[in-house]
């Protein structure tokens, strides 16, 4: 049962904040970091997470809705779990084209996409600052 897995993953991953921001000096998890180690889980579970975008206009802005979906079983037993998130692409970002702002934004999204999905824990992240000394 698809639920029974998505318990297993939740309580065995472990997804190291692998990254650092030295600007802002702390570190946090990419996309990345979170789906190399859930990976594992994946292959030992039999399981399998796809991830997709979606452009949406709101107002005048541009989002990226990422969706996360767990799966498992077989045309007969197939069944799937989904999580979806936002992120707003920003007008502009110095140093980066237009594709990469897309990029990078999707990547956020995809990030707490599979963060709501997987119940990982983002309060000490970058998206919120550094923790309280």
Do not use: W
Request: a negative charge; aromatic letters at 8%.
């Amino acid at each position: 049962m698809i639920t029974e897995i998505l318990t297993q993953i939740q309580s065995r991953l472990v997804a190291p904040k692998g990254q650092r921001n030295t600007f802002g000096n702390y570190d946090y998890r990419s996309c990345e970091d979170i789906l190399n180690a859930l990976k594992p889980l994946l292959a030992e579970l039999n399981a399998v997470v796809t991830l997709s975008d979606e452009m949406v206009q709101v107002g005048d802005r541009i989002y990226v809705k990422a969706t996360a979906t767990l799966s498992t079983g077989t045309s007969d037993t197939y069944d799937e779990i989904k999580v979806t998130a936002y992120a707003r692409e920003p007008f502009a970002r110095k140093g980066m084209d237009d594709a990469q702002v897309t990029g990078a934004t999707s990547s956020y999204a995809r990030k707490y996409a599979l963060s709501g999905l997987f119940a990982i824990d983002h309060t000490k992240d970058a998206d919120h600052g550094p923790p309280p000394q």
